[in-house]
């Protein structure tokens, strides 16, 4: 069953696509999250860790015996990875957005630069 | 490479301390990965910016930690209250309703009240959460200000009925110790 989750919080789709395919701890989320946003996203570790405990308790992600990263391993770190749930959520939550700015473009509101959207 | 630098033990320690603010569930859950996150941030901002970098770091960890904490203490303050103002409102039903209109009537409510009470009662007695003897102590007050009303405003009274007063104020007495009770019980039962 579809969870009625979207519109998600931007701090929850963020995660979930930092998370992407892959396990990832809190640390890497952050980074990764910064990353794909150019630096423009920053999350306290407050706010990172109380998305998480909204996703695990609504199944979007989950935590993984998978301990993928050698450099930063530490027996205390939490991996996370998506599930199909979250993975069906960013689906719908993609299309979601990608008919807003389909909108958005048809009104001369925004247009696509090699940068992103204006 | 070696990537763990040397640790920043007193900045650790105080955020640690800081983290006090978020309600207790959510620390024991969370408290430690918080913790680290923090360490590997502070880490960083050593390593690219020196003092100035952990200061900016630090002003961000803390507004994160004023403004995340109210949200997440509000979110389970909200899931609580509100089966705690429920129960409540409805206890004060059958109180009432035993004391002023018909037997049968608040035995009706109070089985409500008791099926309710079982139902809910992960909620209701969460022993994480720390504000609810206050609430507990409001109500006994309220109801013995309830009493105090009934005996000097006359509108209230009509026609005196005496029983109504001193059963109220037995009644607030009860409630008042009770969130005592539950005030000291949480105090004494808190972790180190």
Sequence with gaps: MQPQLTPLPAAALHILLALGTEERHGYAIMREVEHMTNGATRMGPGTLYTAI??????????????????????????YYRVTAAGREVVRSESQRLAALLDRARSQGLATWTRAGVR | MKIHEAPRPLHLRVYRALLRVYPRAFRDEYADPIAQLFNDRLRDANRLGGRRAVAAFWAVAAGDLVTN??????????????????????????????????????LLLLLLLVGL??????????????????????????????????????????????GIAPALGIGGLLTTGLGL????????????
Excluded: C, H
């Design chain 1, 53 to 78: 405990q909204k996703l695990l308790a609504s199944g979007l992600i989950e935590e993984s015996p998978e301990r993928p990263d050698p450099i930063l391993d530490d027996e205390r770190r939490r």
């Design chain 2, 117 to 162: 009470a079982i139902y809910q009662r992960k909620t209701l007695f969460a022993s994480k959460v720390s504000f609810s003897p206050w609430l507990v102590i409001a109500a006994g007050l309220i109801i013995m200000t309830g009493a105090f009303g009934v005996l000097v405003v006359p509108g209230l009274s009509g026609d005196v009925r005496w």
């Design chain 2, 69 to 106: 904490s109210i949200k997440v203490r509000f979110k389970e303050m909200s899931n609580v209250l509100a089966m705690r103002s429920t129960l409540l409102v409805l206890a004060g039903l059958v109180y009432l309703s035993m004391m002023l209109v018909d037997g049968a009537l608040g």
């Design chain 2, 181 to 192: 009770g539950l005030a000291v019980w949480g105090y004494a039962s808190r972790r180190p």
